[in-house]
Protein backbone atom coordinates (compact mmCIF):
# COMPACT_ATOMS: atom_id res chain seq x y z
CA UNK A 1 0.00 0.00 0.00
CA UNK A 2 0.90 3.47 -0.62
CA UNK A 3 -0.37 7.02 0.45
CA UNK A 4 0.18 9.78 -1.66
CA UNK A 5 -0.33 13.39 -0.20
CA UNK A 6 -0.06 16.60 -2.65
CA UNK A 7 0.74 19.49 -1.74
CA UNK A 8 1.99 23.09 -3.34
CA UNK A 9 -1.30 24.36 -5.50
CA UNK A 10 -2.62 27.47 -4.85
CA UNK A 11 -3.32 30.98 -6.74
CA UNK A 12 -0.99 32.14 -9.59
CA UNK A 13 -0.82 35.20 -11.84
CA UNK A 14 -0.72 34.09 -15.44
CA UNK A 15 3.53 33.65 -16.63
CA UNK A 16 3.35 32.52 -13.27
CA UNK A 17 5.10 29.49 -11.05
CA UNK A 18 4.01 26.99 -8.86
CA UNK A 19 6.10 23.57 -7.75
CA UNK A 20 3.97 20.95 -6.57
CA UNK A 21 4.87 18.04 -4.55
CA UNK A 22 3.96 14.68 -3.70
CA UNK A 23 5.13 12.67 -0.44
CA UNK A 24 4.54 9.11 -0.79
CA UNK A 25 4.98 7.22 2.33
CA UNK A 26 4.15 2.88 2.40
CA UNK A 27 5.25 0.60 0.18
CA UNK A 28 9.39 1.59 -1.33
CA UNK A 29 9.07 4.44 -3.43
CA UNK A 30 11.70 3.69 -5.95
CA UNK A 31 9.87 0.53 -7.08
CA UNK A 32 6.66 2.94 -8.50
CA UNK A 33 7.05 4.95 -11.76
CA UNK A 34 5.14 8.23 -10.82
CA UNK A 35 3.02 9.83 -13.01
CA UNK A 36 1.28 13.53 -12.85
CA UNK A 37 -2.48 14.32 -14.03
CA UNK A 38 -4.88 16.84 -13.88
CA UNK A 39 -8.62 17.43 -14.05
CA UNK A 40 -10.49 20.71 -15.21
CA UNK A 41 -13.52 21.86 -14.13
CA UNK A 42 -16.09 19.63 -16.74
CA UNK A 43 -13.28 17.72 -18.60
CA UNK A 44 -12.29 14.04 -18.08
CA UNK A 45 -9.04 14.06 -16.21
CA UNK A 46 -5.71 14.11 -18.60
CA UNK A 47 -2.07 12.88 -18.24
CA UNK A 48 0.34 15.65 -17.58
CA UNK A 49 4.01 13.81 -17.30
CA UNK A 50 5.84 11.02 -15.70
CA UNK A 51 9.20 9.71 -14.19
CA UNK A 52 10.28 6.21 -14.38
CA UNK A 53 11.30 4.49 -10.94
CA UNK A 54 14.88 4.00 -12.58
CA UNK A 55 16.99 6.84 -14.08
CA UNK A 56 14.54 9.27 -13.59
CA UNK A 57 13.72 9.55 -16.82
CA UNK A 58 10.75 11.64 -17.63
CA UNK A 59 7.85 12.32 -20.08
CA UNK A 60 5.65 14.43 -20.56
CA UNK A 61 2.21 15.31 -22.64
CA UNK A 62 2.76 17.91 -25.58
CA UNK A 63 0.65 20.80 -23.72
CA UNK A 64 3.31 21.10 -21.15
CA UNK A 65 6.30 20.81 -22.95
CA UNK A 66 8.92 23.60 -22.30
CA UNK A 67 7.34 24.65 -19.39
CA UNK A 68 6.82 22.11 -16.49
CA UNK A 69 9.62 19.56 -15.23
CA UNK A 70 9.05 16.66 -13.35
CA UNK A 71 11.63 14.99 -10.84
CA UNK A 72 11.81 12.64 -8.24
CA UNK A 73 14.05 12.56 -4.87
CA UNK A 74 13.58 8.96 -3.87
CA UNK A 75 15.97 9.29 -0.70
CA UNK A 76 12.63 11.70 0.18
CA UNK A 77 10.28 9.36 -1.06
CA UNK A 78 8.78 12.75 -2.97
CA UNK A 79 7.85 13.57 -6.57
CA UNK A 80 8.09 17.09 -7.54
CA UNK A 81 6.17 19.17 -10.64
CA UNK A 82 7.65 22.47 -11.53
CA UNK A 83 5.21 24.33 -13.50
CA UNK A 84 6.54 27.50 -14.97
CA UNK A 85 4.72 30.26 -17.40
CA UNK A 86 1.31 28.90 -16.40
CA UNK A 87 -1.72 30.02 -18.52
CA UNK A 88 -5.50 30.23 -17.64
CA UNK A 89 -6.16 26.86 -18.81
CA UNK A 90 -3.70 25.17 -16.57
CA UNK A 91 -6.12 25.38 -13.99
CA UNK A 92 -7.23 22.35 -12.71
CA UNK A 93 -6.99 20.01 -9.64
CA UNK A 94 -3.20 17.94 -9.57
CA UNK A 95 -3.17 14.32 -8.72
CA UNK A 96 0.09 12.42 -8.55
CA UNK A 97 0.02 8.66 -8.97
CA UNK A 98 1.99 5.09 -8.54
CA UNK A 99 2.09 2.68 -11.01
CA UNK A 100 4.62 -0.71 -11.14
CA UNK A 101 4.31 -0.19 -14.81
CA UNK A 102 6.49 1.80 -16.18
CA UNK A 103 5.13 5.51 -17.16
CA UNK A 104 1.67 5.36 -18.81
CA UNK A 105 -0.71 7.79 -19.80
CA UNK A 106 -3.16 5.38 -19.05
CA UNK A 107 -5.01 6.07 -15.78
CA UNK A 108 -6.25 2.70 -14.96
CA UNK A 109 -2.70 1.58 -14.73
CA UNK A 110 -1.95 3.90 -11.50
CA UNK A 111 -2.59 1.89 -8.11
CA UNK A 112 -2.07 4.63 -6.14
CA UNK A 113 -3.58 8.56 -6.43
CA UNK A 114 -3.11 11.22 -4.31
CA UNK A 115 -6.01 13.47 -3.40
CA UNK A 116 -5.64 16.32 -5.44
CA UNK A 117 -3.87 19.72 -4.64
CA UNK A 118 -5.81 22.70 -6.94
CA UNK A 119 -3.84 25.19 -9.19
CA UNK A 120 -5.95 27.94 -10.00
CA UNK A 121 -4.24 30.51 -12.92
CA UNK A 122 -5.74 33.92 -13.17
CA UNK A 123 -5.76 35.79 -16.75
Known amino acids: QVQLVESGGGLVQAGGSLRLSCAAS????????MGWFRQAPGKEREFVGGISWSFGRTYYSNFVKGRFTISRDNAKNTVFLQMNSLKPEDTAVYYC????????????????WGQGTQVTVSS
Open 26 to 33: GRTFSDYA
Open 97 to 112: AATTYGVTSIERDYDY
